[in-house]
């Protein structure tokens, strides 16, 4: 059974940095893509990034490109999200999801098949 772990979530103030982790187990992650999403309360889920976890291939969504960065660590089955220059609309649960089958709808949230329980990210002004 396919299992994502979010962790790392917290309070910072804007400007500063934060690293989210998500463990996945359970399944070939590794022919899997691997994407972070995010709701802040009253919104949709709205998509972050992604990584092909083969070929390392990412993509971002225009509002977090050239702060955040996605990676993985094979080793450890884990995916990273590195998010730099945190605004206050970066408040929000981030979630992270696996994509089974490369959809090439990569920001629709339902094109992933499994989810994460979410880690709270809150930027203080």
């Known amino acids: 059974q396919v299992q994502l772990v979010e962790s790392g979530g917290g309070l910072v103030q804007a400007g500063g940095s934060l690293k989210l982790s998500c463990a996945a187990s359970?399944?070939?992650?590794?022919?899997?893509?691997m994407g972070w999403f995010r709701q802040a309360p009253g919104k949709e889920r709205e998509f972050v990034t992604r990584?092909?976890?083969?070929?390392?291939?990412?993509n971002y969504a225009d509002s977090v490109k050239g702060r955040f960065t996605i990676s993985r660590d094979n080793a450890k089955n884990t995916v990273y999200l590195q998010m730099n220059s945190l605004k206050p609309e970066d408040t929000a649960v981030y979630y992270c999801?696996?994509?089974?089958?490369?959809?090439?709808?990569?920001?629709?949230?339902?094109?992933?098949?499994?989810w994460g329980q979410g880690t709270q990210v809150t930027v203080s002004s």
């Open positions: 999801a696996a994509d089974l089958y490369y959809s090439s709808n990569y920001a629709k949230a339902d094109e992933y098949d499994y």
């Open positions: 359970g399944g070939t992650f590794r022919s899997y893509a």
């Open positions: 990584i092909v976890w083969s070929s390392g291939w990412t």
